[in-house]
């Protein structure tokens, strides 16, 4: 353990760092990689590197990593691949432990460049320096603000991923800020010349403030070893996987992609059922999973209370009972109390709840929650009227009658308050669908969010993500009665 | 077909209306149905009937109905249940043709309601008036711009949206709102004592501006007649399908919800097969097909071509081939002029065609677009790297060399203008993933859309709506074979 944190600590809390092949060319990655973490708050030193000299964007660019006057950790190169084994002897001399490789040219174009590659990898090894790439995109480390990956850093948070796709990893992790779901890490693998999958989930196992790990990932290099990092990695935190090259036509793309071998999809979903993976079907509904997993306690089974008006508890049922769920009926007891909550008008109550399209308040909403939450055979709730005063707000808020609104703006923030606190209270999860009662901007879906309850947008994302904390909750029962 | 044109024509085009069990009380229905067309801009006349007189909203309010000195079209209906019978009475007096009953307390609520139900339906009908709902929650037409479903009225648009749950519906027309997607109309069916889905479906099939019909359904009334008419409807446009009830917990949620036999979900799905509904699989993928739908010609087979980087490609070839749609490997002659057009180290280009990452002009894109759509073996184009300059624009909005930029945004503006033309030229259907470029504001994005082009989040919604695609243009040619 402590060997692996003690290596990649320089690439991802590196204090200083040099860029070998730092460029004053706009167009060149030698560029980016000094203007993108300057720019976006890296908190360590930077040391653009070049034999020509001179200065980039206002720092002095120096003609050898040797010549800089301070001890360096991290190495970003982006020199032609035939400069790298130079610049990499240059690396180890200078006593540099990490090295992030972004030029390309090396194993993916085969022949010479594997045998360039293998040259490289002899140096670093030899010199003790532990190598991201080469051919990625980039990192992004929120523990010292580096980012070379993104042209803008990502928010800060507790999701890492780990993409054998840069382009597409970088994509993804762009669409995850638009829908404000924050990274402690990201990294473009490359070709894995040096540091694996394995590596990587290994090393941010360890990192308390990763407290998922996402991965995209063609195909598995040593298979042993990541099987055995993998299982030990999810008794601590949970992995979501997407694997690409699933289908006959993707794994032909998947060898002219990084020359993963996708191999067979049967094996690999018993392998990924053995290891424990999370596994989503589609790209993004891994971050999807992830959030509920960042906030939410793991449910103790997977017997699901659904709360909604009409079709929404309907279509949630349906999404819930797909993946395997259970949405149980309530006992009498349970109906006959929920009965004096609802409207007149509501069906019987039974699960899913309906709340027959009443606008209810936050506190009439938190009390049915709890009344599920309570009960011994309700695992976690699904609710699909996350607290919907907005449309009488807005509504009241033409009628001019400060005293009403006030009361329902107390109410609706007591409410949103009990009900945030109710995972806690119940150590079961909560999931939400957002209401936006005709208003484009929802601020109670923020305030939910705010609070670490994760809203989504669709009743069978719901359901989703609660299949997710299902399973990883069923993964560590597994794991604890072993 | 000319009399459910005319008789529908009251209610989707009213030129007039009487809110009956008009309020003066926010909370109510009755205000509700009144302020909602005021506000969002109803062409026709408004008139609120209640027994106590007075104005609402600066409206005059009528004791009767039928002391409206004016025809009246149509009657939307939101007084207690007991007191229907007597204002349907009155609106066959009044000579109305249309009614949206509001009201609930009728078959959903069982005995007394269904007989209640049945009388009001009697009178109805013996006075020439179609009815929707009871027990709905409105309707929008963009035609006269009619809206009581929704707190803001819609963007108008050419998909139709036929709900057999109000809250679920409006929620789906709100998050459809939201991502910008314009309804032509809206219909919470509610009880279906008079118009049933088969109606509507009738009805929207004649209406040109409708070129998309949606259906959030849990149950069939009258099979052979739903089954005809979808058949000849289909010959006119697309039908969406989302089920409710397939699961067997969902299924006794469609019982309490709206009495729905859910039915066996296997008959259903061969009975869909049979009619040619395109069945989206949740429920808000039934929008995400729509948009294609509507802007896109149909593909002459199944064949896809597909443009992305890296991951990208491998993941929209595993979505594509997953739904059964082909990804053809590319001849010869077609890879060597494509390698022409890709930068030096991306790989032999096959399909999916790789970027390798680089960033690419819109021309650029639009010529490897075009290649992939004159082969007589590519039927449409899925595109993962929509011409993206932005990240170039942003970078070199930094170097302060207007020329360089004004040059880029020429290529951009006339790579995008000859994109957005290819699906007309071709006759071949483009969708694309929207491609950030680290900016959270995609103005590419804005101008594919607004040319026609439908962008999405992700790979495998684009892969689904070229499914859509694909499974709407072989039941046309089937048709047509017949």
């Known amino acids: 353990m402590s060997s692996i944190v003690k290596q990649l600590d320089y690439i991802f809390k590196p204090e200083s760092m040099a860029i070998i092949g730092a460029s004053d060319n706009i167009a060149k990655w030698g560029h980016m990689m000094v203007e993108r973490p300057l720019r976006t708050g890296y908190k360590g030193a930077i040391y653009p590197v070049n034999p020509q000299g001179g200065s980039i964007l206002g720092l002095p660019v120096f003609r050898s990593v040797k010549d800089i006057p301070a001890p360096v950790d991290l190495a970003v190169i982006t020199t032609q691949a035939n400069q790298v084994p130079r610049v990499m002897h240059e690396c180890v001399e200078k006593g540099i432990r990490g090295a992030v490789l972004i030029s390309a040219g090396f194993a993916e174009t085969g022949g010479e460049g594997e045998d360039l590659q293998a040259k490289v ?20 480390s929120a523990a010292v603000c580096l980012n070379n990956a993104f042209e803008e850093a990502p928010k800060s948070g507790q999701i890492a991923f780990i993409s054998q796709s840069g382009t597409f990893g970088g994509y993804m992790s762009e669409l995850a800020n638009l ?20 590596d990587y989930i290994e090393y941010l196992s360890y990192d308390d403030e990763t407290r998922v790990i996402i ?8 298979g042993q070893r990541f099987f055995n990092v ?30 993963s071998v996708a191999g067979s999809e049967i094996v690999f979903q018993n392998v990924c059922r053995q290891i424990g993976f999370i596994r989503a079907e589609e790209s993004f509904q891994t971050f999807e999973i992830a959030i509920a997993l960042l906030s939410q306690p793991l449910p103790p089974g997977r017997r699901i209370g659904i709360l909604g008006t009409g079709g929404q508890g309907v279509v949630s049922t349906d999404a819930c009972q797909k993946l395997g769920l259970k949405v149980p009926e309530l006992d ?18 039974t699960n899913p709840v309906d709340f027959a399209g009443s606008y209810r ?19 976690g709730v699904i609710s699909n009227v996350p607290v919907n005063p907005l449309l009488w707000s807005s509504r009241l808020a033409k009628t001019g009658k ?73 993964l560590r029962r597994r794991m604890n009665t072993d």
Chains 1, 2 share one sequence.
């Open 215 to 222: 991965v995209y990932m063609e195909g598995v290099k040593d």
């Open 121 to 140: 990898m002899k140096i670093a090894r030899a010199g003790g320096i532990r190598c991201v790439g080469p051919n990625g995109m980039g990192i992004w």
């Open 179 to 198: 829908k404000g779901y924050g990274l402690r890490t990201f990294i473009s693998i490359g070709n894995q010349a040096d540091l694996t999958v394995a």
């Open 402 to 474: 400060p005293e009403i609104i006030e009361n329902l703006n107390k109410i609706t923030d007591e409410g949103i308050k009990r009900f945030c606190g109710l995972p806690r209270e119940y150590n079961k999860p909560i999931v939400c669908v957002r209401w936006y009662s005709s208003v484009k901007k929802d601020p109670v879906a923020d305030q939910l969010t705010q609070s670490g309850i994760p809203v989504y947008d669709t009743p069978e994302q719901c359901a989703r993500a609660m299949h997710g904390l299902v399973n990883y909750a069923e």
């Open 230 to 259: 993998c299982k030990a990695a999810l008794n601590r935190k949970p992995i979501i996987l997407y694997k690409g090259g699933s289908s006959p036509a993707g794994a032909r793309a998947t060898m002219s992609h990084t020359a």
């Open 332 to 349: 009498e007891e349970t109906s006959s109390l929920l009965m004096k909550m609802l409207p007149p008008h509501a069906p019987a109550p």
């Open 361 to 379: 308040t936050a506190v009439d909403e938190a009390n049915v929650v709890e009344t599920l939450l309570k009960l011994d055979y309700i695992d």
